[in-house]
T-cell receptor, first 112, second 113 residues
Framework: QQQVKQSPQSLIVQKGGISIINCAYE??????FPWYQQFPGKGPALLIA?????SEKKEGRFTISFNKSAKQFSLHIMDSQPGDSATYFC???????????FGQGTRLTINP | DVKVTQSSRYLVKRTGEKVFLECVQD?????MFWYRQDPGLGLRLIYF???????EKGDIPEGYSVSREKKERFSLILESASTNQTSMYLC????????????FGQGTRLTVV
């Protein structure tokens, strides 16, 4: 129930295309869903996050879509650029809890 | 600029050695975490601490212990290193009740031979 399942494990997209990474969770008490971006040799950093009271959140080229009934959320990267090549992690947490549960990660490669 | 600093980027240790990984944060955060990162397994929580001298086990605490004597410092200890503890170790911190955003260090790549 504490798991977050992420797919795909790796993804290759052409420059200018749309990158889509999906996550699913079981625990309906989760109330905060962030995405982290990690470049090689660096620690993960918060990219964008959503709470379950909205179905979509957009920041620049990055959008989170949230489907509460299906218990799924996804990250969309529009007009993908080579600089977006990184590992992406979805995560979830419970209100009042102090720790995040992470997905397995997706290694995204944007070909020029 | 917020900062979480891990003492080593790369470490090579021998099987059976006692290993200390150190982490310091300068944001006055209550929560500190140690994660382990392995390909295909994501980030798995080893231990976390929400206050000085307080600690709680995460999902994979076996073979590890932690110490938090000061608010800004959180140490991960491998009592007797084994080859299956070869991994990337990430330290993170967050505000207590801060909504979930965690700030990560750059990671320590530990190799046990």
């Amino acid at each position: 129930q504490q798991q977050v399942k992420q797919s795909p494990q790796s993804l290759i997209v052409q420059k200018g295309g749309i990158s889509i990474i999906n996550c699913a969770y079981e625990n309906t008490a989760f109330d905060y869903f962030p995405w982290y971006q990690q470049f090689p040799g660096k620690g993960p950093a918060l990219l964008i996050a959503i709470r379950p009271d909205v179905s979509e959140k957009k920041e620049g080229r990055f959008t989170i879509s949230f489907n509460k009934s299906a218990k799924q959320f996804s990250l969309h990267i529009m007009d993908s650029q080579p600089g977006d090549s990184a590992t992406y992690f979805c995560a979830a947490t419970l209100q009042g809890a102090q720790k995040l549960v992470f997905g397995q990660g997706t290694r995204l490669t944007i070909n020029p | 600029d917020v900062k979480v600093t891990q003492s080593s980027r790369y470490l090579v240790k021998r099987t059976g050695e006692k290993v200390f990984l150190e982490c310091v944060q300068d944001m006055d955060h209550e929560n500190m975490f140690w994660y382990r990162q392995d390909p295909g397994l994501g980030l798995r929580l080893i231990y976390f601490s929400y206050d000085v001298k307080m600690k709680e086990k995460g999902d994979i605490p076996e073979g590890y212990s932690v110490s938090r004597e000061k608010k800004e410092r959180f140490s991960l200890i491998l009592e007797s290193a084994s080859t299956n503890q070869t991994s990337m170790y990430l330290c993170a911190s967050s505000l207590y009740g801060g909504g979930g955003e965690a700030f990560f260090g750059q990671g320590t790549r530990l190799t046990v031979v």
